[in-house]
T-cell receptor, first 114, second 113 residues
Framework: KAGVTQTPRYLIKTRGQQVTLSCSPISGHRSVSWYQQTPGQGLQFLFE???????NKGNFPGRFSGRQFSNSRSEMNVSTLELGDSALYLCASSFKAGGQETQYFGPGTRLLVL | QKEVEQDPGPLSVPEGAIVSLNCTYSNSAFQYFMWYRQYSRKGPELLMY????GNKEDGRFTAQVDKSSKYISLFIRDSQPSDSATYLC?????????????FGSGTRLSIRP
């Protein structure tokens, strides 16, 4: 089975711009979560989608948004980029077994905001 | 206080040594415990997954959970330079949502040849 794929892998933007990141989950996984990872804050949960619906949202401003398509692929968008948005953005797809969600992460998109 | 505490390291040990990585937590509802390995510039990779208290062994890796002390450990035997990475613990209660998985901040491990 192919793993979680994310595109692009690297991105450089300037303040004020917007960016869209893409994630393709493992085949058969319907849940997709997004995380922001920075050296100072570690892994922070952004949002989770399941069957095209946002199931949960973390404590991030409205500039961060996402969506999921019928084929479970997901995109996240960040508008009006700020320097502090520079981070590794990770997507994880998950499936439920025995009552527990087990997550598999993609390689991430490294975003640099100048 | 964070729900999950993990020493960020860095931890440097010689090749062949036994490595012990640890996390403590405060939420007694946590029942599922995971360890992820993250190489530089890569996404986290699931290493071990345990439910409730006890030990689980997989090759050179052993995960240990002590719910009474709210303490989990990952042991790496015969450590190799290829084990050099950041190790993240993660845990969750009886929730069926990825948003309820809490991650530690990660411990950076370096194995010296």
């Amino acid at each position: 089975k192919a793993g979680v794929t994310q595109t692009p892998r690297y991105l450089i933007k300037t303040r004020g711009q917007q960016v869209t990141l893409s994630c393709s989950p493992i085949s058969g996984h319907r849940s997709v979560s997004w995380y922001q990872q920075t050296p100072g804050q570690g892994l922070q949960f952004l949002f989770e989608y399941f069957s095209e619906t946002q199931r949960n949202k973390g404590n991030f401003p409205g500039r961060f948004s996402g969506r999921q398509f019928s084929n479970s692929r997901s995109e996240m968008n960040v508008s009006t980029l700020e320097l502090g948005d520079s981070a590794l953005y990770l997507c994880a797809s998950s499936f439920k077994a025995g009552g527990q969600e087990t997550q598999y992460f993609g390689p991430g998109t490294r975003l640099l905001v100048l | 206080q964070k729900e999950v505490e993990q020493d960020p390291g860095p931890l440097s040990v010689p090749e062949g040594a036994i490595v012990s990585l640890n996390c403590t937590y405060s939420n007694s509802a946590f029942q599922y415990f995971m360890w992820y390995r993250q190489y530089s510039r890569k996404g986290p990779e699931l290493l071990m997954y345990t439910y409730s208290s006890g030990n689980k062994e997989d090759g050179r890796f052993t995960a240990q959970v002590d719910k009474s002390s709210k303490y989990i450990s990952l042991f790496i035997r015969d450590s190799q330079p290829s084990d050099s990475a950041t190790y993240l613990c993660a845990m969750s209660a009886w929730y069926s949502s990825a948003s309820k998985i809490i991650f530690g901040s990660g411990t950076r491990l370096s194995i010296r040849p």
